[in-house]
């Protein structure tokens, strides 16, 4: 009697021993900027609310996530991460802890109100910026290097706390960028558009980052997401 050939399945992906697993959620939207107001800042940087848009979207990724395996939380010293962060901390029962590092990338001469009226009117330095891909074409912003060092140091504190674990922490939409491309190699703007209260995910081992999804929205209802029309 012949022996059966062996049969060789489709490979399924699991995460390699000692990663972190790292979901990464963009905070909800945030208030509106208003012209000549400069708002609430904390340590330099525009520290606005969330917008009743922005809660809706956080309650929303609380349903998403309050279901799934998670032994950590995190989010960054401004607001808006704290306040998305809410509802699945409170289904889960975990208190987030501050990673400094992810906060947003810092906007020089340009926090407060001016960012977003200066892209909305297409400012030629706004233009420039997209156009180079630094962020340091704004007077006094952050280097895309600077940027990518310390996005890179908070990942990797948060996956060497946490080897083998599934963790989420609440960042902003320039952190998923940065985050991306340092993962893909890609253009340092490629990835800049993740909406808010969307979920990407990356697999961390050492200096080994691997994508698993971008801008997951799913669980989002459509009229909460807003899309503009691309700056170029």
């Known amino acids: 009697m012949s022996e059966e050939p062996a049969q060789f399945r489709q490979y399924r992906y699991a995460p390699p021993a000692g990663a972190t697993v790292l979901l990464l959620v963009r905070h909800g939207e945030s208030a509106p900027a208003v012209e000549g107001v400069e708002g609430p800042m904390r340590d330099g940087h525009t520290d606005p609310p969330l917008d009743p848009v922005g809660e809706e979207q956080a309650r929303l990724v609380g349903e998403r996530l309050g279901h799934e395996p998670i032994d950590a939380l995190y989010v960054t010293t401004l607001q808006r991460t704290h306040q998305t962060a809410a509802p699945l901390a409170s ?29 909305a009117e297409r400012h ?37 706390a946490h080897p083998d674990q599934r963790v989420v922490a609440f960042v902003h939409g320039g952190v998923i960028g940065m985050t991306m491309a340092l993962a893909t190699g890609s253009r340092p703007f490629a990835y800049i558009g993740a909406d808010n209260g969307s979920i990407s995910e990356i697999v961390v081992l050492g200096e080994d980052w691997a994508v698993r999804r971008y801008n997951d929205t799913a669980h989002l209802d459509p009229s909460l997401t807003i899309t503009t029309e691309p700056l170029i």
């Open 91 to 119: 289904k889960l029962g975990l208190t987030p802890t501050v990673e400094a590092d992810l906060r947003e990338v810092g906007l020089g001469e340009w926090e407060g109100y001016r960012f977003r009226k200066y892209v």
């Open 124 to 160: 030629p330095i706004a233009v420039q910026m997209f156009t180079e891909q630094r962020w340091d074409a704004i007077p006094g912003a952050e280097s895309n290097d600077g940027f990518a060092a310390r996005v890179r140091a908070g990942i990797g504190r948060i996956h060497q």
